[in-house]
């Protein structure tokens, strides 16, 4: 046998060739021109560099060195800096690296997958939106959608860029409109990451947190599934594609496509957390803007939403280690399509996330489309998230939600129902109570008869002798029209009926 000694050693310069191009002192894309650093919070500075490297990093007045460790990562933390800006960055070692524009002000991550990834361009009055979205002070970054089976340490290939019509435009609508209302309302500057992929909860949860609860094993054997089908499906597409190209051909008809595989990358635990989550947590945040649910609105992932949700949050907390951040959950909106049992879980789910420390929930339930899962009206999302972030994570005063559901009790023959946030009484803005629905033994649903007492609500139906459940929240389409007196609308909620 005869040795490549020539390749091998090529292959060994070409490695040597590798080290020495990121023995330079390198920062992640996080830190970078027209940049967003928290306030109020010590300046975390990070990268890698040679292990032999001395790094000084300097920023308003401040200066501090270091040591990369045994594997080229470094960081450095500087006192709180001053809100404001534009202000500059230096960082010395064997190279200098100037960061320049930077503002001083409020980070949030918008996350989920495609209703929080839907951009601006497509929303209602995209062209007056887009007119009015020269917003200096505010900043986008928009990490690139990718999976990964390990955790990232940079989101490479994205950059912050100030807002305008043409950077705005293709970034979440939901996030804009959220940034631009806390940005009026704080008056500081304000840095917006979007960070959305259309995969289940599980993807944007760490494996070891994941792994950690044992009750969530069913979403592995889902995983298992998945792949074990894989190869089936690969070969019933490639049998299609054939039938196809010859029908075509023949200038015949095409068969019906079949059902597309949903993506492995995509619904792999852990995945999306590792790509486009864990290259974030090394920079200090304010809070989360989470709208996801309509990946793990399936009879499969539903019943376990509310876990991962919970555990998501944690999770995510953990990681970022500042504490209890501010989640704003943005509850799914009124849909016509899709598993009614399944879509009502994930959004109990999503109501329960309130119990949560400093977790609020925005609700859409009245401005959704019936027919289709991407409402385009994201104004009011973004409006109501902002509300919700006022309240939770800047203590103002303000009545920021809608009635949540609290208690069923069957009182004779009739179904009493408690909310919080009634201030100002219960109102039916346009007087379509039969969005109420109950349930016998035969599991069927039926339209209640309503009336208001107070700031309850009692329930009946004569064909529902003696009801088990109830629900509320536009499961054939149709917008929510329940609201308090300061025109906040009802979450949508399903839940069992005591007696």
Known sequence: MKLNL???????????????????????????????????????????????????????????????????????????????????????????????????????????????????????????????????????????????????????????AVCSPESVKDFSAVAYFFGRKIQDDQKVPIGLVEAAFGGPAEAWTSLRALGDDASLMPLFEARAKLTEDETALILRDNIWQHRSDVAKAAGKPIPPAPPPRAGLALFGPANLFNAMIAPLTPMRIRGVIWYHGESSSDPVRAPY??????????????????????????????????DPNAWGLVRNAQLRSVSVRNTGLAVTNDIGNPDDVHPTNKQDVGARAALVARAIA????????????????????????????????????????????????????????????????????PKVTTPLRVRYGGYHGLPGDLYNGEGLPAAAFVADIKN
């Open 6 to 160: 020539c390749g091998g050693l090529a292959v060994f310069i070409a490695g040597l060739t590798t080290i020495r191009a990121h023995a330079e002192v390198r920062v992640p894309t996080l830190i970078g021109d027209h940049m967003v650093i928290q306030r109020d919070q010590p300046v975390h500075i990070w990268g890698d560099a040679d292990p032999d490297e001395s790094i000084t990093v300097s920023f308003q007045g401040a200066s501090a060195s270091t040591k990369p460790d045994e594997y080229g990562r470094w960081r450095v933390y500087l006192p709180p800096a001053k809100t404001g800006g534009p202000y500059e960055l230096e960082i010395r070692g064997t190279n200098t690296i100037h960061i320049k524009d930077i503002l001083v002000g409020d980070i949030w991550v918008g996350s989920g997958q495609s209703n929080m990834g839907f951009n601006v361009a497509r929303v209602d009055h995209a062209t007056t939106e887009l007119a009015g979205a020269d917003q200096p002070k505010i900043r986008l970054f928009h990490v690139q959608q990718k999976a990964s089976d390990y955790p990232l340490d940079d989101a490479a290939g994205a950059s912050w």
């Open 394 to 461: 800047y203590r103002e005063q303000v009545k920021y939600s809608g009635p949540l559901f609290t208690s069923a009790t069957l009182l004779q023959n009739r179904v009493r129902l408690t909310f919080d946030h009634t201030e100002g009484g219960l109102v039916f803005r346009d007087h379509r109570p039969y969005d109420f629905e109950i349930a016998g033994s035969d599991g069927v649903f039926l339209p209640a008869e309503v009336k208001v007492e107070g700031v309850e609500l009692f329930l009946s139906n």
């Open 305 to 338: 939403y509310g876990r991962v949700l919970q555990t998501l949050i944690s999770d995510w907390r953990a990681h970022w280690g500042e504490g209890d951040i501010p989640f704003v959950v943005v509850q799914l909106a009124n849909f016509g399509g899709g």
